[in-house]
C-alpha cells in the first residue's frame, strides 16, 4: 500500500514536472516563431502612436510583438549612444531627430533603408526635400521622416481680453509690451503671474534652443554654415545683443518673469502664464490636462525651428522594422498622431483637414504667413556640446542684473560664448576659418 | 615542504577572489587611465592618443572649473555640518541609552540614510521650493525675505549641502554610538571624581579620544561628497521647463560629456582628476592615522 502511495507520488511529480518542461518548450517554440520588434522613442506621449501603429500590422502579422519603450529624450539619447555602440540585440526603431542621427551615420552604426523604403522616403509626393535630406546621409536614405518639432506662440485669451489685448503680437516689441500688460501682480508688486514665460534655468541645451528661437525674429542664429561644411558662430552681433537684451529686460526692469516662477506648458496649462512659445505637442498636453482652458495660437514673428525626427532601424535582417517605419507615416497613422498626440506629421499630401477643422490651435503651425522662415540645428557631430555649453552661459547672463542696463557688458558675454563655440568647432575640424 | 603546500594552497584559494576584485576594481581603474590619454568618442572608430591634452583642455574649461568649485565646497561643505552634529548627536543618543526611546532617537537618525535617494530629494526640493515650500513660509512668518534657495547660485550650492549632510549624518551618528560604547567608563569615572563636569568630559575626554573615528567618518564623508551627482540633478530637474538651477558637479560633467557629447576620453581625464583628489585625501587619512599609532 505505501509502496502504491509512493509509485503514485513520483509518477505525479514525473507527470508534473513533463508537463513544465513540455510547457517550457512549447512556450520557447511560440516565441521563437513570433517576430519582435522593439520602439525606442524620446518622448513618452508618443508611446500611444507607435502602439496604435502596431496594432494596425497585426492583420498582417498577427505573432508580432511590439515593445514600445518610450522615456524622457535625454535618457533615450544616452541610450542609444550606448545600445547602438555595444551592439544591442534584435530589431529596434529608432526616433532620433536628423540632427542627432549624423552622428551615427558618420560612423556607419545604422543601415541604410532599403530600395524601397528610399524611393518611398526620395519620391516628392511624399515628403519635401528638406524633410528627405535630413533623413539621409550622402545622398543615401537612412531613416523614415516622422514628426517635426516646430515652434509657435501660445497665449491664453481670457487673460489677453482683461489686458484688452484683441491680437497676439505681430513684432518681437510687441511681446515684451504684452508681457507688461498681462503680467499680473500682488500688493507688493511682484509677479504672481508671469506675463511671457521665458526658459531661465534648468540643464541641457533647451535653454540654448529656446534663445536660438528667440534671436532668429532678429535675424540671428547660434551657427552658421560657411561653406565646405564648415560653421561659425554667429551671434556676437546685433541680433543677439537684442535678444538677450529682451531677456534681461523681462526679468529685472519689466520684471514680468522670474527663474522661480512656474513656467513652460504646465504653467500654461494652470494658468500662471500669459504666453510662451511651443511646439504643436502642447495642444495634444492642453487637451488631456487643461480642457477647459481658453487660449489660441499664432506665428512667430519671422519665422520658427523646424527640427525633423525620423525612424531608423538597427538590426540584422529588418525588413518587420521598415515596414513598421512605412507604416507610421501611413495617412491614417499620421492623422491619428495629429489628433491625439499634436505632433506635426512630416509627410506631404495627406489631409489633415479634419483634426486643424476640429482644433482651430493646429492653424498657427500649418498656415504661417508667406515668407515665414524655418532654421533647424545644424547636423555637425558637436551640436549637443555646442548648445549644452550656451546654454550654461546663458543661465549665467540670465542671473547677472547689471547686464540689464550695460549694452558693453553683453557684447563683451556674447563674445565671450561664442568664441567657445569657436574653439569647439576647431577641435572638431569644422569652424570655417 | 609542508610551509611551501600550505602557502599555495593559500594563494590558489584566494585566488578568485583577486581575480574578480582586479576584474571589477582595477581594470576599470586602468582602464579609465588609458582613456584619459585618447580622443575616445564613444561614436567614433578613430580613437588617436592623445597624451595629455585632454588634461590640458581641463584647466581652460571653465564648466569643468565650475563642476570641481562647487563640488569642493559641497564635499567639504557636508564635511563641516555633518562631523561636528554627529559627535553631538551621537553624544546625546549615548548618554541616554537607557531612555526607553534610544533605539527610537537611533532610528530616526539613521533613516535618512537608507531612505532612496530620489523621492528624499524631491521633498526637499519642494521644502525649498520659493514659492510653496514651507521653507520660505516659516522665514515671511516671522518677517525674513522669502528666498529663491534653488536658483540662487550661492544658495543652490547650499541646498545641495543641507541634503548631503542629512543624509550623512545618520551613518556618522552610528559610528560614533560605536565609538563612545567602546569608550573606557573608568576615564569617565576617574574625570568625574576630580569634578568635571558632562561638557568637559565631552571636550576633553570624548573629542580626543574619538579621533581615529572621526578621521574615519571624515574620510568617508569627503570622499562620497565629491561623487555629489543625484542631489544636484534631482534638484535642478522637473516635468518640464522650470526646474532649478542646474549647480554643476563633476559626475554631472563627466555623464554630460560622456554620453551626450560622447566624448569618454576627456570624461575620463575628468574622473582621473577626480580619483587623485579620493586618493590624496585617503593618503591624508592613513598618514594622520599612522601618526596617532606612533604617538
Known sequence: MKNASVKTRISTRALLMGTAFGTALLSGLSSASAETLTVWSGYPEMAPFYEHVAQGLKASHPDLDVKVEAIALREHEKRVALGLTGGQEGITVIELSGSTATRYLENSLLPEAPDDVAAFVKDPKNFDKFFSDTASYDGTVYGVPLFRGQGALYYNTDMFKAAGLTEPPKTMEDYSKYAEKLTKRDASGKATVSGWSLRLSGGGQGIAEKFWINMHQYGGAILVPAGDGKWKADFANEAGRKALKQYLENIYTLKTVTPEMPADADAFERGQTAMFIRESWVIGDIAKKAPDLKYATAPLPKGSIALPTNLYVAGDDADIGWEFAKAASSPENLVWLLENVGWLPNRSGVDYSSVTAKQPAFAAFVNYPQGYEFFTLPSIGPIEEILTRVAAQLVVAFGDASMATDDAKINAFLKKASDEVNTILDREGLLAK | ?295
Open chain 2, 1 to 295: 615542504m609542508l610551509k611551501r603546500k600550505r602557502f599555495i594552497f593559500a594563494i590558489l584559494a584566494i585566488l578568485p577572489t583577486l581575480a574578480i576584485f582586479a576584474y571589477v576594481r582595477l581594470y576599470p581603474i586602468a582602464d579609465t587611465l588609458r582613456l584619459s590619454l585618447f580622443k575616445w568618442d564613444i561614436l567614433s572608430r578613430n580613437k588617436p592618443f592623445i597624451g595629455l591634452a585632454n588634461f590640458r583642455e581641463l584647466t581652460g574649461d571653465h564648466l569643468f572649473l565650475d563642476a570641481l568649485v562647487n563640488t569642493t565646497i559641497i564635499a567639504f561643505g557636508v564635511l563641516f555640518l555633518t562631523i561636528p552634529m554627529a559627535l553631538v548627536i551621537a553624544a546625546l543618543i549615548f548618554h541616554r541609552t537607557r531612555s526607553r526611546m534610544a533605539g527610537f532617537y537611533e532610528t530616526a537618525v539613521f533613516i535618512p540614510h537608507v531612505v532612496s535617494l530620489v523621492p528624499a530629494a524631491m521633498a526637499w526640493k519642494w521644502i525649498f521650493d520659493a514659492r510653496l515650500g514651507p521653507l520660505n513660509a516659516l522665514l515671511d512668518f516671522f518677517g525674513i525675505p522669502m528666498q529663491n534657495w534653488l536658483f540662487d547660485p550661492v544658495l543652490s550650492v547650499i541646498c545641495i549641502i543641507v541634503l548631503c549632510s542629512w543624509q550623512a549624518l545618520g551613518y556618522a551618528v552610528l559610528i560614533y554610538i560605536v565609538g563612545f560604547k567602546n569608550l573606557p567608563v573608568s576615564l569617565y569615572e576617574a574625570a568625574k571624581l576630580d569634578g568635571a563636569s558632562g561638557p568637559q568630559s565631552f571636550w576633553h575626554l570624548s573629542i580626543p579620544m574619538l579621533k581615529p573615528i572621526t578621521l574615519y567618518v571624515s574620510v568617508v564623508t569627503l570622499v562620497s561628497g565629491f561623487n555629489v551627482y543625484a542631489q544636484a540633478f534631482v534638484l535642478a530637474s522637473d516635468a518640464q521647463g522650470a526646474p532649478g538651477r542646474q549647480v554643476r558637479v563633476l559626475v554631472l560633467d563627466m555623464l554630460e560629456n560622456s554620453f551626450r557629447n560622447y566624448r569618454v576620453g576627456y570624461a575620463a581625464s575628468e574622473a582621473v582628476v577626480l580619483l587623485v583628489i579620493v586618493l590624496v585625501l585617503t593618503l591624508i587619512q592613513f598618514s594622520m592615522l599612522r601618526e596617532r599609532g606612533r604617538a
